[in-house]
């Protein structure tokens, strides 16, 4: 990506009536008159426009009018990029959309690749590195639990809190180093006791940010809703009525399902992936086994478990018989099937902590209370303004912060030399920088962080 060149690329996706074309660099403007027919007599974008202004006119090619348009003109820096920006709104037609892209890159722009207007912003110092990669993830986002995480990010959620602290630990650490430049003297510049505190508050913000990542994780590629129960029970029929949709396959003969099937579902703006599961039995059946395992570990790492229960025989035997005695009963909903021809089933005998939902699969009643109870259980409790981890990236950079800090504590409490405790803090600064990027320089590093992003942004 060479940043001294004029890129461009279409920004909007496949439908609607309007798309639009970027157009980002020092020439953007002069590139864009070559094509632009302003209404205005005289007018001329590269030397008439004003910054914040928006443009009717056509694009041609030469004298061959290809589409009326409308011109939006960002001056640098105040624009996405932080360079000279126009933004091409034209009618959706992929034909228009290509030929205005291909007339662009014929009077001297070249075509974005992934992510290089947002590596620009960063470059530029528009946003950090964790926000450009917000960016990303709101893109990418696909229930409002995982927008408002991402909108956080872009504001600078991570940075603010960051840049705190960073600036608290490089106080005391570069006074650590100076008391080496007197160690004859024997003097203490840094106060020990307010390190202490510092160092305190450092661990608790990155313990309290690492072990989000599992629910920011959860988040971002659904909450795992595991349906299990015995062969026949009615997990296939479940599955299809909470999607409303033929997804599985359903059928009066034991054993049908024999591998996970997932797919997702949007509860009150939060992401469940739905896992139908193998029925559990005994069988002989070498693949109808491994299902079965599949079965066993999906339930594990679920954070909500729906049983489905048959009430045509004994519903706690089959509870008993398939929730592991490790599993938290409290995320467990009991969904009691077949309502519509048994209605008089006994309850009593499930754990209290099960919550229990009597449905019909087959006839779609009853489905709003077992809604309700899976947002219940599986909604993941966080404020909007409170910063989750969703990032790989971050998770590990954070955790090696963490490690980092937890031996800069040890080294203090235990009187080692200010110089053992200045390194380990010096190695959580770098894992602060590598979050903001402002260590980060090489293209390689980069252009990984970049490669996920959907060109046009």
Do not use: W
């Not at 061959?64 to 640098?76: G, H, K, P, Q, W």
């Not at 430049?181 to 505190?197: C, G, I, K, P």
């Not at 200045?422 to 490669?451: H, P, Y």
């Amino acid at each position: 990506m060479q940043s001294n060149s004029t890129i461009s690329a279409i920004c909007t996706g496949h439908g609607g009536a309007i798309a639009v074309l970027r157009v980002s660099g020092n020439d953007s403007l002069k590139i864009v008159s070559k094509i632009f027919k302003p209404l205005k007599e005289g007018f001329s974008i590269d030397t008439d426009a004003k910054a914040n202004h928006i443009y009717n006119g056509f694009i041609v090619d030469g004298e061959n009018e290809i589409d009326r348009v409308v011109l939006s003109v960002y001056r640098a820096p105040h624009s996405y990029t932080g360079e000279d920006v126009v933004e091409i709104s034209c009618h959706a037609s992929s034909y228009i959309q290509k030929e205005i892209l291909s007339l662009l890159l014929k009077n001297g722009a070249e075509l974005a690749q992934r992510g290089e207007f947002t590596r620009r912003a960063f470059q530029n110092k528009k946003m950090d590195l964790s926000q450009a990669e917000a960016v990303a993830d709101l893109i990418a986002s696909k229930s409002k639990a995982e927008h408002d995480i991402a909108v956080n990010q872009m504001r600078g959620g991570i940075t603010l809190e960051i840049k705190r602290l960073r600036d608290l630990l490089l106080k005391f650490t570069s006074l650590m180093e100076l008391e080496l430049d007197f160690s004859e003297e024997d003097v203490e510049f840094a106060d020990r006791s307010q390190l202490r505190n510092i160092l305190t508050e450092t661990e608790q913000y990155l313990s309290r940010l690492v072990k989000s990542f599992k629910y920011g994780n959860a988040i971002k590629n659904g909450i795992p809703v595991a349906i299990c129960g015995e062969p026949n029970a009615g997990k296939s029929t479940l599955l299809n009525a909470l999607l409303n949709d033929e997804r599985a396959i359903v059928s009066d003969i034991p054993g049908t399902t024999r591998d996970v099937l997932e797919d997702f579902l949007t509860i009150d703006g939060t992401l469940y992936r739905l896992i139908d599961t193998a029925g559990i039995r005994q069988t002989d059946d070498k693949i109808e086994k491994l299902g079965i395992d599949r079965a066993k570990n999906a339930i594990s790492k679920a954070e909500v478990v729906l049983i489905v229960l048959n009430p045509a025989g004994d519903i706690f035997k089959q509870f008993s018989e398939i929730i592991p005695n490790e599993f938290p009963r409290e995320k467990i909903i009991a969904v009691v099937n077949k309502s519509d021809i048994y209605d008089d089933v006994d309850i009593s005998l499930l754990p209290k902590e099960v919550s229990v939902v009597k449905i019909s699969a087959k006839q779609k009643t009853n489905l709003d209370e077992l809604f309700s109870k899976v947002s219940t259980l599986g909604a993941m409790d966080f404020n909007q303004d409170e910063v989750i981890l969703t990032n790989v990236r971050h998770f590990t950079i954070f955790s090696e912060a963490l490690t980092a800090i937890e031996r800069a504590e040890n080294a203090l409490n235990s009187g080692l030399s200010g110089e053992f405790v200045s390194q380990d803090i010096r190695e959580a600064l770098r894992a602060f920088a590598e979050i903001t990027g402002d260590e980060i320089t090489t293209d390689e590093v980069l252009g990984n962080i970049f490669k996920n992003f959907c060109i046009g942004k």
